[in-house]
């Protein structure tokens, strides 16, 4: 065979992969949650449910219609009561990252994801451009559905809010950020601004220039750029993301966040022993600090595959942090699998009940703590883009 020939099957096989990724990478467990009682479906039902943490903007999918690939999509959000969700954005991820050590100079997988699924070529080098994509793809998904609100101030989480008193149907959509890497560019943090970014986690698996990661090769703490990183992000109204982060970085962003701060995705130390996952103490510092922490459901997180076992880790927080300071922190679509889709959290509700939790204490850990320090983070209305933003958006 010759060599062009088989350099173009190749291809046709990376292209395939590609478009093909989701299907491996995102998974529900088979085994079956608890049955939802009368009780525990009328509390879900009647709750406000926020999930700090999504990653399906990354992936080749239509999130207008229902799938059978993946945890989240809107008719799965609405079936499961899902108020706010946050979508958070992925934009480096090297091929050989780990909860233990990762060298940022590894190939990267969404690189290829990139190529394979067909983003705009300056997406495929420039960090900042992939999130302006993934953003634009939430944008033109609000678009075409008239009850998703796109929520970038105060006023508009307050409208979600007040719509869903009439209509649950109405589902909320806040932007975030998966490390501050995708800052590539002098002009990348009014641009993504400006496209509704309204938080963005310091580190994702690597260290960068702003902070160091909990999995990273140094583990440092914040950099001069990454302190004025923080203030500038609290400026603006831009929630700090602490997931990922390293101990150093937690304890140096702590010592200066004027705003309550957010852990989008995390396990618990104490029932699942690893890097990636908080210790008691750093659980109580969050939490004297007035921030939320939201646990998710994969395995890293929680060393199960039930939601018993993301009960245990709850039931675990709150003890340590008290009831004001957890959330739920899913971690849908991120290349995890996980206990149950958008569609079941009604099965996590029963099993915070069955694990002892009072109904009002399960309320606050599914959704009024994160839509409480959400709204302290936001600004009351979007801060005007400068010109330096304009301009970048003219080009574009």
């Known amino acids: 065979m010759r060599r062009s020939a088989i350099a173009l099957l190749l291809a046709a096989a990376l292209i395939a992969l590609g478009r093909n990724a989701e299907r491996f990478a995102n998974r529900v467990a088979g085994s079956r949650g608890p049955v939802v009682s009368p ?5 879900h039902r009647s709750s406000l449910v926020a999930d700090l943490h999504a990653d399906s903007l990354l992936w080749n999918r239509d999130l207008a219609s229902r799938s059978a690939v993946g945890h989240a999509d809107l008719p799965r959000l609405r079936e499961g009561n899902v108020a706010l969700q946050v979508l ?51 944008e033109t998904l609000a678009a075409r559905d008239p009850r998703l609100r796109l929520v970038r101030s105060r006023g508009d989480l307050d409208r979600l809010i007040a719509d869903r008193a009439t209509d649950p149907r109405w ?23 400006a496209a509704g970014v309204r938080l963005i986690g310091l580190a994702h698996f690597f260290d960068n220039d702003y902070a160091g990661s909990a999995h990273g090769l140094a583990k440092g703490g914040l950099t001069a750029r990454g ?25 140096d962003v702590l010592a200066i966040a004027r705003k309550p701060t957010v852990v989008s995705h995390t396990g618990i130390q104490a029932t699942c022993d690893n890097p990636r996952n908080l210790s008691d103490a750093q659980l109580r510092a969050i939490a004297a600090a007035g921030g939320v922490i939201g646990i998710g459901g994969w395995a890293t997180a929680v060393c199960g595959d039930s939601p018993a076992d993301v009960a245990r880790a709850f039931r675990h927080a709150v003890a340590v942090a008290g009831d004001d ?50 709204h302290a983070a936001l600004p009351d209305e979007p801060i005007a883009e400068d010109a330096r933003g304009r301009e970048a958006r003219a080009r574009r």
């Not at 690189?111 to 992939?130: E, M």
């Not at 302190?227 to 304890?251: K, M």
């Not at 149950?340 to 996590?348: G, M, N, S, V």
């Open 39 to 43: 009780r525990g479906a009328a509390l």
């Open 88 to 138: 958070t954005i992925v934009t480096r991820f090297p091929v050989t990252a780990s909860i233990r050590r990762t060298d940022p100079r590894a190939p990267d997988l969404i690189t290829l994801l990139a190529v394979t699924n067909g983003w705009p070529v300056a997406a495929w080098t420039s960090l900042a451009d992939r999130a302006l994509y993934q953003a634009g793809k939430l």
């Open 325 to 374: 300071h957890l959330a739920l922190g899913s971690d849908f679509d991120g290349a995890v699998t996980t206990p149950f889709d958008a569609a079941r959290l009604d099965a996590l509700t029963e099993a915070l009940l069955e694990a002892g939790l009072a109904e009002a204490s399960v309320r606050k850990l599914l959704g009024e703590n994160a839509l409480r320090v959400l």
């Open 227 to 251: 302190r004025d990183l923080v203030f500038e992000l609290e400026r603006r109204g831009v929630a700090v993301d602490l997931a990922h982060a390293s101990a150093r970085t937690i304890d």
């Open 171 to 193: 589902v909320g959509a806040l932007l975030g950020i998966e490390g501050a890497h995708a800052l590539d560019r002098d002009s990348a943090l009014d641009e993504l601004y």
